[in-house]
T-cell receptor, first 114, second 113 residues
């Protein structure tokens, strides 16, 4: 089946630094990937849609300069949280759509900003 | 904005009982999907029901969809302790250029021995 690999699974960083999260489709090409954020005991909120070779589409209220998305190849999308602050601490999950349909999710990245 | 509302927010049952979770959504959809999430983990796809389907089964799972009421339900029969997790409905909206999933608020299911 289609697999999406997400790294790192967890990261702790100091306030003010930047953190990069990678999302790779292992056995299929993904022209579109999705980035979600999930706060404890809450649902997944779509942050942005990552488009290979073009700019990402951000959902309303998501700062594109803070959450930089790069989708430079058909198998890799990255989310960089710039100048992270404690309120950015969350669980970030990516997903992609395999050619044969459905959505496949990464295992998520737990970001803690101290 | 959040597309789906789920109820109950939390459900505690004993092993062997059935668990029913409900999801309501706001706009027209292509399909509705149910996912499971163990604490702090990624999502596992459970079942997909298309907008022209009314009921679907998969093992101990039964999903219904009522597009006139914009609602869906997930029934887990003969629950097991291993079913303890959060369950989310997600609607696949065709926005014209690309579809995307929008998740409901989720139901936290606790199955006790």
């Amino acid at each position: 089946g289609a697999v999406v690999s997400q790294h790192p699974s967890w990261v702790i960083c100091k306030s003010g630094t930047s953190v990069k999260i990678e999302c790779r489709s292992l056995d299929f090409q993904a022209t579109t990937m999705f980035w979600y954020r999930q706060f404890p005991k809450q649902s997944l909120m779509l942050m942005a849609t990552s488009n290979e070779g073009s700019k990402a589409t951000y959902e309303q209220g998501v700062e594109k300069d803070k959450f930089l998305i790069n989708h430079a190849s058909l198998t890799l999308s990255t989310l960089t949280v710039t100048s992270a602050h404690p309120e950015d601490s969350s669980f970030y999950i990516c997903s992609a759509r395999p050619p044969f349909g459905g959505y496949t999710f990464g295992s998520g990245t737990r970001l803690t900003v101290v | 904005s959040q597309q789906g509302e789920e109820d109950p927010q939390a459900l505690s049952i004993q092993e062997g009982e059935n668990a029913t979770m409900n999801c309501s959504y706001k706009t027209s959809i292509n399909n509705l999907q149910w996912y499971r999430q163990n604490s702090g983990r990624g999502l596992v796809h459970l079942i997909l029901i298309r907008s022209n389907e009314r009921e679907k089964h998969s093992g101990r799972l039964r999903v219904t969809l009522d597009t006139s009421k914009k609602s869906s339900s997930l029934l887990i029969t003969a629950s097991r302790a291993a079913d303890t997790a959060s369950y989310f409905c997600a609607t696949d909206l065709n926005t014209g250029t690309a579809s995307k999933l929008t998740f409901g608020t989720g139901t936290r299911l606790q199955v006790t021995l």
